[in-house]
């Protein structure tokens, strides 16, 4: 089993920046490919960024490309998400999610594991 835990969601103006930090354990982080994703109220869950469980492989959702930055340090059993440029349209609870594959994909069956969320508001 994995244990998923988020932290670093806050309230933050349009324009700012936030990291979310995700630990995990349990299980050898290393072997683990790892993803965010993030649920708005009212709309479904989707996917925000993705990272292979060697860190060589990584994607973006189109609306998050440029201005989110996936990252893992396999030392800390921890993946970052490093937000910048943020717009309204980004609030919403932010999931980690960790997967037994190379890497987990975009869509959340691709997931076996998930944290509890962390709610993240930009306001305009």
């Known amino acids: 089993q994995v244990q998923l835990v988020e932290s670093g969601g806050g309230l933050v103006q349009a324009g700012g920046s936030l990291r979310l930090s995700c630990a995990a354990s349990?299980?050898?982080?290393?072997?683990?490919?790892m993803g965010w994703f993030r649920q708005a109220p009212g709309k479904e869950r989707e996917f925000a960024a993705g990272?292979?469980?060697?860190?060589?492989?990584?994607d973006y959702a189109d609306s998050v490309k440029g201005r989110f930055t996936i990252s893992r340090d396999n030392a800390k059993n921890t993946v970052y998400l490093q937000m910048n440029s943020l717009k309204p349209e980004d609030t919403a609870v932010y999931y980690c999610?960790?997967?037994?594959?190379?890497?987990?994909?975009?869509?959340?069956?691709?997931?076996?594991?998930w944290g509890q969320g962390t709610q993240v508001t930009v306001s305009s």
């Open positions: 999610a960790a997967s037994g594959a190379y890497y987990g994909g975009g869509s959340p069956q691709g997931y076996n594991y």
């Open positions: 349990g299980r050898t982080f290393s072997s683990l490919a």
């Open positions: 990272i292979s469980w060697s860190g060589r492989g990584i």
